[in-house]
């Protein structure tokens, strides 16, 4: 039920900022090839008792081509693909719902509620965070300012394994969820 999980996921959104980063291998499953006739889209199976083999080429190959459906030729038409009714509903539903908890407490609670739920974590430097691949670097220099290049530089290799890992495990949502939120923690300054 889209408009059931894209009220949730606007809320937990708004509750957590971080789920944000789910919204890349939700939306690459709201796409037609993943749904059976029954309207439920095809995820692995997560019970033990049914092993199912390692996905095929194919389907990794489909979970890359979902996004990059534009080709030369059609560029409009294959914009069609890749920006279908469920994900365009997906999008502005939890979209509105999460601006709609965000403005009502902002109107309650003024900067203090957006510096603290939202804009903190711009800002942030944990020197105590030592799951991170930075941990050692900030606790050594957590007292000097960082440049904003710094950290412009800490974040494109979070992005980039955030990507691998969603074109790589999109097709299973638990497991792909598992390991961004790993990879989120340990590449997280």
């Not at 199912?52 to 294959?78: A, D, H, R, Y």
């Not at 403005?103 to 974590?121: K, S």
């Amino acid at each position: 039920n889209i408009l059931q999980a894209a009220f949730w996921y606007g809320l937990v959104v708004h509750f957590r900022i971080y789920p944000i980063i789910y919204s890349l291998p939700i939306l690459i499953i709201l796409d037609s090839e993943y749904h059976q006739p029954g309207g439920k889209p095809l995820l692995n199976i997560w019970e033990v008792w049914q092993q199912k083999p390692q996905s095929s080429l194919k389907e990794k190959n489909m979970i890359f081509s979902s996004l990059c459906k534009i080709t030369v030729t059609s560029g409009w038409s294959s914009m069609g693909n890749i920006l279908n009714r469920q994900r365009i509903l997906f999008a502005l539903l939890s979209g509105a719902i999460f601006f709609f908890w965000t403005g009502l407490f902002f109107h309650l609670y003024g900067w203090d509620f957006l510096n603290e739920a939202l804009l903190y974590h711009l800002t942030r430097t944990d020197p105590r965070h030592n799951f991170s691949i930075y941990f050692y670097h900030i606790y050594l220099h957590h007292q000097h300012p960082f440049l904003v290049l710094e950290k412009l530089i800490s974040f494109i290799p979070q992005l980039a394994v955030q990507l691998v890992l969603v074109f790589t495990f999109a097709n299973d949502l638990p497991f792909c969820f598992f390991v961004q939120t790993v990879a989120f923690v340990a590449f997280n300054k």
